[in-house]
């Protein structure tokens, strides 16, 4: 939707204009922003429909914001906005990716530090300067330092939300090339580890130079850095590098096996297999004292000859995989198709862009049972939460609109877990709510004990349904806040709570180690989207692939029980 990148845009003309130190502009364009964003038809639409006038009909919209929306409209660019980022050193806008400054700090950082990349801010840590910065101070210049490291380790590996579609569009390509039988993503792609370092294709074709060909000629690649007869690396537009293998079809599962890694995993087999009297590699599975080749065409097989039962592309991280695997005692993993329904989501009431019949028709339309509606509340006011009365409207507009509707509608809210443990609406409101779901959104720097203390006693609340994004990390971006898990999970255990798997690549909040200690205080999950728009709804495969890199079964995950389960779990 074109609201959605009007509104980018505007977000960071705002931030500009605060870092130029213009007065009302960034509130302006802020909450032109945030309307765009709530507008549940496109401006596109509206263009065409009504022309320049009816998008200044739009509230917090006038004259001049207007003209900007349809040049984007017309052109894909707001030529003042081109104008206004060349005025700025290119390395500034950089320093807005770091947790913990804001545009403000960032330009206090350029005026009286001459700061304008991530390099400059460096030297200003290790000259200890920011500390003697009015407003900043000790704690700032940790903070600072601590959101600077996070954010160079981010810079070496992709987040795999990013990459996932990237890697999509390349098999795609090569799909397509005349010859080609096979083509996957290997490496930690297909293991769908959190953050990718590089990505890996392997193809199996009868005619590897066209794929050469094709593959380092994408429109996408920036810089070949390698190409050979059957293995070539770019450099993408992005910065992403890619390899790609073409292979012999006799061995493609040996290679598909050894390049999903991960490496210890791959020892660990091949440790198996000496001791089997074979020998493994990329070319197969061969008789250690003839050289015979055994197995290799399929990966199934290759576990099957060491005595393995087959182990998903997830679960190959030597963290006990192989174990179980000898001893038939692999979990059988939850898959995308289990999920029914999606029990996090926001409409435009809230954060969301879209509107709650949006929302359940988009839901339904991906064949779900049932989805429920958890809009923000009253405290988390930059998501524009529901205060009681509009929570209570809300649930009335559900329980009309359920009629229209083939899936289930839930009630629900996402609840702020307060600094004091308790939640943001009172019982007799959290009472009306089929779903419950308590989110830290706050206090992010709180101390440990302090934050645990305050988890806890939400947990003890006894409306609450779902613990959201259990640990507040950001995938590349934010560490999870400091808290006891283990004591935790005891008390969700101990009351019954649903721990959440939030399926947003930007959070996959509980992370796989997080599910895999849960798992062990017979905790349940949700996998939620989170999802913010009717599009988002689909990030729920991160959430699925997540769980099962912590070894989750469908029955350990409410969201894939049937409505009328679901219904008898809640109560
Ligand atoms: P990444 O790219 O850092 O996200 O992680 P991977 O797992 O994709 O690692 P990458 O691209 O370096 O290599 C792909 C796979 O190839 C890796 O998972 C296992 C295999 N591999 C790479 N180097 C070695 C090695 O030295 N020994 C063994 N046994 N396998 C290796
Ligand atoms: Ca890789
Ligand atoms: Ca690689
Ligand atoms: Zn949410």
């Known amino acids: 939707m074109l609201n959605t990148e009007i509104a980018k845009i505007f977000y960071d003309v705002a931030d500009i204009f605060e870092m130029l130190g213009v007065a009302w502009k960034p509130i302006a364009y802020r909450k032109a922003a945030r309307q765009l964003e709530s507008l549940s038809k496109d401006v596109k639409d509206i263009y065409e429909d009504g022309g320049l006038e009816s998008i200044q009909e739009i509230p917090s919209i006038g004259e001049g914001l207007a003209k900007k929306i349809v040049q984007y409209i017309e052109t894909g660019k707001i030529l003042e906005f081109e104008k206004l980022k060349a005025k700025l050193p290119k390395g500034l806008a950089k320093l807005l990716e770091i947790e913990s400054i804001g545009p403000k700090r960032a330009a206090i950082l350029y005026r009286k530090l001459k700061i304008k990349s991530v390099e400059d801010l460096k030297n200003a840590i290790e000259k200890n300067k920011i500390v003697k910065l009015a407003g900043f101070g000790q704690k700032s210049q940790q903070n600072i330092t601590a959101g600077l490291d996070i954010f160079q380790k981010g810079k070496e590996r992709f987040s795999l939300g990013e990459v996932i579609p990237i890697a999509n569009e390349i098999i795609s390509i090569i799909k397509k090339v005349p010859g080609v039988e096979q083509a996957i993503p290997a490496g930690s792609v297909r293991r769908w580890k959190e953050t990718v370092g590089d990505l890996d294709i392997l193809v199996i074709s009868k005619h590897a130079e066209r794929v050469m060909d094709i593959f380092t000629k994408m429109p996408s690649v920036k810089r070949v850095l390698a190409k050979g007869k059957t293995k070539s690396t770019v450099i993408l537009k992005d910065g992403l590098q890619a390899d790609i293998r073409v292979l012999e079809k006799k061995s493609f599962g040996a290679a598909l096996n050894y390049f999903t890694g991960n490496v210890d995993h791959n020892v660990a087999l091949r440790r198996i297999a000496i001791e089997k009297g074979y020998k493994l590699s990329e070319y197969g599975l061969f008789n250690r004292k003839t050289n015979k080749f055994t197995a290799g065409r399929t990966e199934e097989e290759l576990y099957k000859k060491l005595g393995l039962s087959y182990i998903e592309p997830e679960m190959r991280e030597n963290r006990g995989e ?166 935790i999970f005891d008390v969700a255990a101990q009351n019954k709570k649903i721990v959440e798997i939030s399926a947003h690549p930007s959070r996959l909040d509980l992370k796989d180690e997080h599910i895999l200690l849960a798992r062990q205080y017979g905790l349940k999950f949700a996998i939620n989207s989170d999802a913010h728009s009717t599009e988002q709804l689909k990030l729920m495969q991160f959430g699925a692939h997540n769980a099962r890199r912590g070894w989750l079964e469908a029955n350990d995950v409410i969201n894939t029980y049937k409505f009328s389960e679901l219904k008898k779990f809640l109560h």
């Not at 600094?419 to 206090?443: A, N, T, Y």
């Open 322 to 487: 192989i174990a179980a695997a000898m001893a038939g005692k692999l979990p059988k993993l939850i898959k995308l198709n289990d999920i029914r329904g999606d029990l996090h989501t926001h409409t435009q009431q809230s954060d969301g862009t879209n509107t709650i019949e949006q929302m359940a028709q988009a839901a339904q339309n991906l064949g779900y049972e049932y989805v429920c509606v958890s809009d923000h509340s009253k405290t988390t006011a930059i998501a524009h939460g529901l205060d009681i009365e509009q929570v209570n409207k809300q649930i009335l507009e559900i329980k009309k609109l359920q009629n229209k509707f083939k899936i289930k509608i839930l009630t629900g809210s996402e609840v702020d877990i307060l600094g004091s443990g308790e939640l943001d609406f009172p019982d007799d409101v959290l009472k009306k709510l089929d779903i419950v779901i308590g989110s830290v959104h706050s206090g992010f720097k709180s101390p440990g004990e302090k934050m645990t203390v305050r988890i806890a006693a939400a947990l003890q609340n006894k409306y609450l349904t779902i613990l959201g994004h259990p640990t507040g990390r950001l995938v590349n971006k934010r560490n999870p806040y400091e808290v006891d898990l283990k004591k």
